[in-house]
């Protein structure tokens, strides 16, 4: 360990915490003077003559249409810009994000231009969305527009490698904390110093020094986000031990001291299995900011990260029981890590800063952390959390000099708009409108009542100034902001996202029971032996643990969108796994692919024999001709069509197979690797929507649609399936990997590279989601299963 480095660290932190204690000093000053009413009433006179006016009738009828929740994000953005409300609505909110995300001030002229470039463009991206929009997930949460601003950036490798990481996280987000805040946590993190990366470029910068500062940008704010769910969240929830939290505090505490993550001990704890992905991640992730940083910068980057953490640890030591901490115990620590979380987030990227950035951000980031602690206050009560709120809400009966905490907010308000921004106009305007819709937003969350009595408890000791502010809280009209909207939708996406995550599996296992169970051919008593022992070898490909997916869409499709009978399609389903049992036999023959492992168990010649598995083959496909001939309930002239169309795709089926099979050992181009994809793979995805289609005498024009959605559906199965022979878990899959490098086979990775394979899939993704919005159906489930396709991993 470097002992000249922890003299650094120590020092950095005795420093910061002078610095934290003069800025409190002053704050307790002018609290207890009351000085701050005086001044902040003025402002609030100033600021409401623009937020408080007389309600027309009008006004009530349209009230109800502004509420921004994820229902009516649509109908929200379209009234704003309708009543000529948007531009002042985004200005606020980008001028906010500049203020407390990149500590800029709001009266330097070049901000003042940058900011009316990012309305300008986020207006413009916003009603072209709202226009378009059928309560699909919004512009800013959608991946298909994060990948076009990726590729437009030319970015896509560093965005992929993002949500594969962010995918990684949310599967080892441990039972015990709160999934949804750690992805949302990390996600804002990444984006805020990206934001940082934006602004630090300019014009005169090549394109390829562009996407090389993105890309780092990218990488750097999830190297250094993972540590709030990893580090920050996983110590304050109780998933680890007392003393399995003592070691792993020391394990981080001695990589910000010595540079170097250490190697990972034995662990006596049940919580060594997922440490052991932690600290792997964590190392990754520290040795990424360490060789990303200028050597005279990275000694402030450690120190910087000290700070926090020691805060941290410091405040997260305190016990609720523990009556005797003085307001210095309880602010100081605040101020540091507040102050120092983002100033991290400028330092972890190689830019130059802007003056009095460090000024700006050290005094700004216990507004944030006070306003945040008062809306998780009771979250934070129930986790036995030491904040300024919990703890005065414990203590204030007996500890007479404890400071109100609301108290001390309006405090800082006052000396960020007077001392801070220096009275600028602008400032004082996003301040105080973030203030009072910070109120309004808890008074809708506890409904009126609570409201009130938690006013009763932290009301400031001055009554006509709190019945200002509380006047402020009814009638002030124009104080929202569009990242709490953002924020609000993504929580919500997040949240309906695991649900319909969880639904759509539960589809999937229902369907797939109800599948399996009719699949398997009865004999019967006077069967000849050979056809006997030909529907044995059937039964037995038939229970191989495989996925089912295209009888599973098509059993989702037909009832849930077409509305037809479960009980009259079973046949259809039969017919579909049937034939796809029965391609899968013949790819697997000695003289196709030569496979040895199918779903899990061994491939059917090498059970029986290549003949019999030939004949067996053949047995399904006629199986499958017959159940479709048995659809009852039908109009005749639309089975005929399915079977007229089942006969003409079976015959492409082959053609693709062909194909495949005249390829081995060649060297393909991408558009002949898509063309014998959907050959052999697109065809069945569309066969799985479209035939259930054609039985509901569903229109050509939607058809087309599905067809297109299940080209790209199907070319990125395929891409995946590849990338899964390339790196997968031959365990998960059922099946040996390297497969296709030992054929000497072209793949798309083989082709394109992984990364050229992963660009590939995401673009097909993007397509076969646009083909998705062009339909009237509603597609849940076709979004779930492009989700699934692409980020599964068997």
Known sequence: MNVQFIVHADTRYGLAEHQAAQYFAKLHEQLQSKSYITALTEDIQQWKRSHIRSRSWVSFLTRGRRKSNAADYHRYIQWLNHTDKLEAYLDRSVSYIYMRDLGMALDDPKVKTRIQRVVTDVKHRLTRSAETGRGETPTFISMVELYRWAQKEGIETAVIWALGKLKNVADHIPEGMNAEHAQRKLIKIIVGVVMHAVEALTEQQPPSERSRRLDEAIRLGYSYGLTYPFVDDLLDAQVLSKEEKAQYSRMIREALLSGTVPAMSEWGGPSEHMLRFIHAELREAFEYIKNHQQSDTQQLFFEQAYVFFHSQEIDRAKAMTNA???????????????????????????????????????????????????????????????????????????????????????????HLIHDVYHNDPKAREVILNRAINGLKRCKMRLGK?????????????????????????????????????????????????????????????????????????????????????????????????????????????????FGLQASSIVPLLRSLEYMHTASLIFDDLPSQDNADIRRGRATLHQVYDSATAELTGLLLIQRATQEQASLHGFDPNHVLALIRYSAQKAEELCAGQAMDLSAKKMALTQEQLNAICYYKTGIAFEAALVMPAILAQVNEQEIAGLKAYAYHAGIAFQIKDDLLDAEGDAQLLGKPVGQDMENDRSTFVTVLGRDGANKAMLEHYCLAMAALHSLSLRTAFLEHLLNYIIHRDR
């Open 324 to 414: 005797t901490y003085t307001n210095e115990e309880l602010y100081i620590p605040i101020i540091l890590k507040s102050a120092s979380s983002r100033l991290i987030a400028r330092s972890v990227l190689d830019t130059d800063e802007d003056e009095g950035f460090e000024y700006r951000t050290f005094h700004y980031g216990i507004y944030n952390q006070l306003a945040d602690d008062f809306a998780d206050l009771f979250d934070d009560q129930q986790e036995g959390a030491v904040t300024p709120f919990t703890y005065y809400l414990a203590h204030r009966e007996q500890r007479s000099d404890l400071i109100n905490p609301f108290e001390l907010y309006w405090t800082v308000i006052t």
């Open 449 to 561: 009542e609570a409201y009130n009595r938690l006013m009763a408890i932290f009301a400031p000791d001055a009554p006509a100034f709190n019945r200002l502010i509380q006047q402020m809280v009814r009638q002030a009209d124009d104080v929202e902001f569009f990242d709490k909207l953002i924020r609000d939708q993504l929580v919500s996406h997040l949240r309906e996202e695991g649900k319909q995550k969880d639904q759509f599996a539960e589809t999937v296992r229902v369907a797939k029971e109800q599948i399996n169970s009719t699949l398997q051919i009865a004999k019967s008593e006077d069967m000849l032996p050979m056809k006997e022992m030909l529907i044995d070898a059937a039964n037995y490909s038939l229970a191989g643990d495989g996925k089912r997916l295209r009888p599973v869409l098509t059993w989702v499709m037909g009832v849930h969108e």
